[in-house]
């Protein structure tokens, strides 16, 4: 059976996958979601034999049924290729009790090079598919991942311009100089004096715009996005978690139907979204723990079943997770209220209005296979150096909040099921806070020395992982290429 998207705030709004990568935005704000999830069609032994790339297919197949298998082979080959520094796609480092899937093996060293490297094949294959005669206009907020990625994979694109707009106070300088030195002709880059919550409500409302939508159409364009709200964004992120338990079984590090659980440093809820869409496929996934920095909306929200977006906007060492509005939450509202578009629309609105909105206990009831906490600033540092201090092994703040809030679930449950830690960025991306954190005495030097003491410090599993024959030479050199 083909599986159609409905929109979360009104149930006659359908699109097959293709419509809803081009539209990215359903009408009246909502988000499009799948009709149903559905079940992997291969065991859990098969999918261990497999390649990223093999799992992929097997995983978006079932969510994109409109894609002829040609189409989605080429989609998925052509992103998934040597543009990433290892051949494996995503690697999964065990460091003392947890396994870190390292999904920063793309260009940007961040995870969404992931999703984004294969939204364009996504977005210019939907457009041949639906007859588009626009131009594609991308429009994408960013708190300071999404951005570079998207213009990475968009630069030069036929058929598509880009623009991103990001908090021009609220991302790291490296992050800033990955945008605004994004070569192509069609890529176009804006800073905004506000937060990212301020970025991503006026996307949002250019995308609800009928008047602007009709003006664009007859200059020859139309809007689509790039963020987490497009399905083209989230449907690859479950494949991450899909990947992740079938290298674990393919290692012997766990027996075939045994449970794991999973831990996403969260801001705006796609990444754990997409790894409770993994567990309703058919991986036995036990806990969703879901890692927050100071801005801890969701942490308040798991805790009380209230969500409110009315507190002080806090600016972390973790900046792609300074969110105070979480879009991708929508798609879990809408699920526990019985995917009752009409009940979420009054949610979304008292969030719009008011800035909160408490669901019911039956719904909170039917979220109890997710955890949240939080780590403060001080904690992410604390926690960068002890893995340092034990290991050798060096991550970046945002994965440093998810192995905090992992200690923190291990302490208060005592629950010892296998983990698999979300490490969402490179420390290469975040190396003053990094390595401040390891020794407070590097932050005499500049941000290109800072990137040496990292390269000596680090242990080196990185390169070793990698045949000479694929991708560059070293992987702390490309990283280091990343800033020039």
């Given at each position: ?10 149930n ?16 009246e ?7 149903y ?5 291969k065991?859990?032994k ?16 079932l ?18 290729d ?5 051949e ?30 294969i ?26 991942d ?8 968009f ?41 990212f ?32 709200i497009?399905?083209?964004r ?6 991450y ?20 659980n ?29 890692a ?40 879990l ?82 629950d ?28 005499s ?19 070793k ?20």
């Open positions: 059976m083909d599986l159609i998207y409905k929109s979360t705030r009104n006659q709004e359908t699109a097959t996958a293709s419509e809803a990568i081009l539209k990215g935005l359903a009408g704000g909502g988000l499009f979601v799948p009709s999830i559905p079940k992997l069609d065991s859990l098969e999918l261990s034999a497999m390649s990223y790339q093999e799992v992929a297919y097997e995983v978006m197949k969510f994109m049924t409109d894609f002829t298998e040609e189409e989605l082979k080429h989609c998925i080959n052509s992103a998934y040597k543009k990433f520094d290892t494996s796609i995503a690697e999964l480092v065990k460091k003392e009790d947890a396994y870190y899937l390292e999904l920063f093996h793309g260009a940007t060293i961040a995870f969404k090079d992931m999703a984004l490297s939204l364009p094949y996504l977005m210019t294959t939907s457009a041949k598919k639906n007859h588009v005669k626009n131009e594609i206009v991308i429009l994408t907020a960013t708190s300071g999404t951005g570079k990625a998207a213009l990475a994979g630069a030069d694109v036929p058929g598509t311009k880009i623009i991103v707009f990001y908090p021009k106070h609220g991302v790291s300088p490296i992050q800033e100089k990955q945008m605004v030195t994004q070569r192509g002709d069609n890529t176009y880059v804006i800073g905004i004096e506000g937060n919550d301020d970025a991503q409500t006026g996307v949002k409302k250019m995308f609800s715009d009928a008047a602007l939508a009709q003006e664009m159409n007859e200059a020859g364009y139309q809007f689509s996005s790039a963020n987490s497009n399905i083209g989230l449907v690859p992120q479950v494949v978690y899909v990947y992740s338990y079938a290298a674990l079984l393919a290692r012997g590090e766990i027996s075939e139907g045994e449970q794991i999973v831990v996403v440093p969260t801001g705006n809820f796609g990444n754990i979204l997409a790894a409770s869409y993994a567990k309703e496929m058919g991986i036995p996934i036990a806990k969703l723990i879901c927050s920095n100071e801005n801890k909306v969701l942490f308040d929200f798991f805790t009380t079943g209230c969500y409110d977006r009315n507190r002080d906007f806090i600016l972390t060492s973790s900046p792609s997770m300074d969110i105070l509005i979480s879009s991708n939450l929508e798609r509202i809408y699920q526990t209220a019985g995917r009752d578009a009409e009940k979420n629309r009054e949610f979304m609105k008292e969030l719009n209005t008011d800035g909160v909105y408490t669901i019911t206990e039956e719904m909170k009831e039917q979220m109890k296979d997710f955890y949240g906490n939080y780590a403060t600033e001080e904690e992410t540092a604390q926690t960068i150096k002890e893995v340092y201090d034990k290991t050798g092994y060096i991550i970046d703040t945002h994965t440093a909040v998810a192995a905090a809030v992992y200690k923190k679930y291990e302490k208060e449950t005592d010892k099921t296998k983990t698999v830690i979300a490490s969402t960025a490179s420390p290469y991306k975040f190396t003053r806070s990094v390595m401040n954190a390891i020794d407070p005495s590097y932050d030097k500049t941000d290109f020395e800072l990137i040496d003491e990292l390269e000596k410090r680090k242990t080196g599993t990185w390169e992982r990698v045949p000479s024959s694929y991708g560059q030479n070293s992987i702390a050199q490309s990283h280091k290429m990343q800033y020039l």
